[in-house]
């Protein structure tokens, strides 16, 4: 199984590094050749262009305002919205964004592409505000990013299996 692991944020933006900060930590970590991490920024359309590559998994890592206590890591199986669906209006007032931002824009464009695999996770955050401009994360945010990791890699070690001829990494 192939899996791409895609951390996402800008860190001109206090917390949002988040995603940025977990796919750094992560790129040293051992594991198998068909784990792949990369770390997109902001520029959602990178994202896209990794998914062509074809993967059968994607974990995106990214900070999110779910009304949570900051710090708090989120395991999210999005629903992702089939814009083949939607009224042409609807369509261009959703795929406009030519950066693609957000993840969920990008996971749109990327079904809509038939390129986004059929197991998706994204791996959030909370944020302590979403309006924050600066560098350096806030205490509760960069204390979640170890437990980022330990759930990723956890994730992985799920989907990589020695049954798929790969050997789990221990978590």
Same mark, same amino acid.
């Given at each position: 199984?192939?899996?791409?692991?895609?951390?996402?944020?800008?860190?001109?933006? &206090?917390?949002?590094?988040?995603?940025?900060?977990?796919?750094?930590?992560?790129?040293?970590?051992?594991?198998?050749?068909?784990?792949?991490?990369?770390?997109?920024?902001?520029?959602?359309?990178?994202?896209?262009?990794?998914?062509?590559?074809?993967?059968?998994?994607? &974990?995106?890592?990214?900070? &999110?305002?779910?009304?949570?206590?900051?710090?708090? =890591?989120?395991?999210?199986?999005?629903?992702?919205?089939? =814009?083949?669906?939607?009224?042409?209006?609807?369509?261009?007032?959703?795929?406009?964004?030519?950066?693609?931002?957000?993840?969920? $824009?990008?996971?749109?464009?990327?079904?809509?592409?038939?390129?986004?695999?059929?197991?998706?996770?994204?791996?959030?955050?909370?944020?302590?505000?979403?309006?924050?401009?600066?560098?350096?994360?806030?205490?509760?945010?960069?204390?979640?990013?170890?437990?980022?990791? $330990?759930?990723?890699? $956890?994730?992985?070690?799920?989907?990589?299996?020695?049954?798929?001829?790969?050997?789990?990494?221990?978590?």
């Amino acid at each position: 199984m192939k899996v791409l692991i895609a951390g996402v944020g800008n860190v001109l933006r &206090v917390d949002d590094a988040f995603g940025v900060e977990v796919a750094r930590r992560l790129e040293h970590e051992p594991f198998p050749a068909n784990v792949r991490v990369v770390e997109t920024g902001i520029a959602g359309i990178a994202l896209v262009q990794e998914l062509q590559e074809g993967w059968d998994a994607l &974990v995106v890592v990214d900070a &999110v305002d779910h009304q949570r206590a900051p710090g708090t =890591v989120l395991l999210i199986e999005p629903e992702v919205v089939d =814009v083949h669906e939607l009224s042409w209006a609807e369509r261009g007032d959703l795929l406009a964004d030519m950066h693609l931002a957000t993840p969920e $824009r990008v996971l749109m464009l990327a079904k809509a592409m038939g390129i986004l695999p059929p197991t998706v996770l994204i791996v959030g955050c909370q944020i302590a505000d979403p309006d924050a401009v600066g560098q350096g994360m806030t205490a509760p945010v960069t204390a979640a990013v170890e437990v980022a990791v $330990r759930e990723i890699r $956890r994730y992985v070690g799920t989907l990589v299996t020695p049954a798929g001829g790969v050997e789990a990494q221990p978590v």
